[in-house]
T-cell receptor
């Protein structure tokens, strides 16, 4: 089921600018993950942040997590045309188990050259 | 409209046995993706299928793993001669078309003893 909420649903920016996407969720989590999907391809895992972490970096990606607000943001700095894709957040709930991963509907990011 | 269904939800196999995981996509969806998730890690893409065709199997181990999506019936992920390292949660997702959002099933947790 798709229970997370990404915001905005679509984002179009110029190459070189920073892109920020947000994700909100509803219950206690073990971790939150961000994924990218290029057209017609499978999801690619970008970064995982645990519930006891507040910020994490990976290359041009910066993820923050605010468990009090039940929200996370993904920042892509110095965007490139190749960053054009859909970005999804997924939360793994404290209950765990095979049904513990819940995806949002995604943000479609377009980087204009 | 039922969501993506996977069965079994939990599967226990001894080393050397075969594991068969089934995925029934949402009604009308002809695109299926399989992912594997190890504990505390993100999803890793395995294979992307359309009806009767494998489109992208770049994430599939070369040996022991196979997938199919026949004209009729569910998609099957088959793991032959399972080893302990195959223990993981296996998720499938379906989409209406190539560029549409993916809807995830609840996953199958495979335990190899």
């Amino acid at each position: 089921s798709q229970q997370g909420e990404e915001d905005p649903q679509a984002l179009s920016i110029q190459e070189g600018e920073n892109a920020t996407m947000n994700c909100s969720y509803k219950t206690s989590i073990n971790n939150l993950q961000w994924y990218r999907q290029n057209s017609g391809r499978g999801l690619v895992h970008l970064i995982l942040i645990r519930s006891n972490e507040r910020e994490k970096h990976s290359g041009r990606l910066r993820v923050t997590l605010d468990t009090s607000k039940k929200s996370s943001s993904l920042l892509i700095t110095a965007s490139r045309a190749a960053d054009t894709a859909s970005y999804f957040c997924a939360t793994e709930y404290s209950g765990g188990g095979a049904d513990g991963l819940t995806f949002g509907k995604g943000t479609h990011l377009i980087i204009q050259p | 409209n039922a969501g993506v269904m996977q069965n079994p939800r939990h599967l226990v196999r001894r080393r050397g046995q075969e594991a068969r995981l089934r995925c029934s996509p949402m009604k009308g969806h002809s695109h299926v993706y399989w992912y594997r998730q190890l504990p505390e890690e993100g999803l890793k893409f395995m294979v992307y299928l359309q009806k009767e065709n494998i489109i992208d199997e770049s994430g599939m181990p070369k040996e022991r793993f196979s997938a199919e999506f026949p004209k009729e019936g569910p998609s099957i992920l088959r793991i032959q001669q399972v080893v302990r390292g195959d223990s993981a949660a296996y998720f499938c997702a379906s989409s209406l078309r190539e560029v549409y959002e993916q809807y995830f099933g609840p996953g199958t947790r495979l335990t190899v003893t």
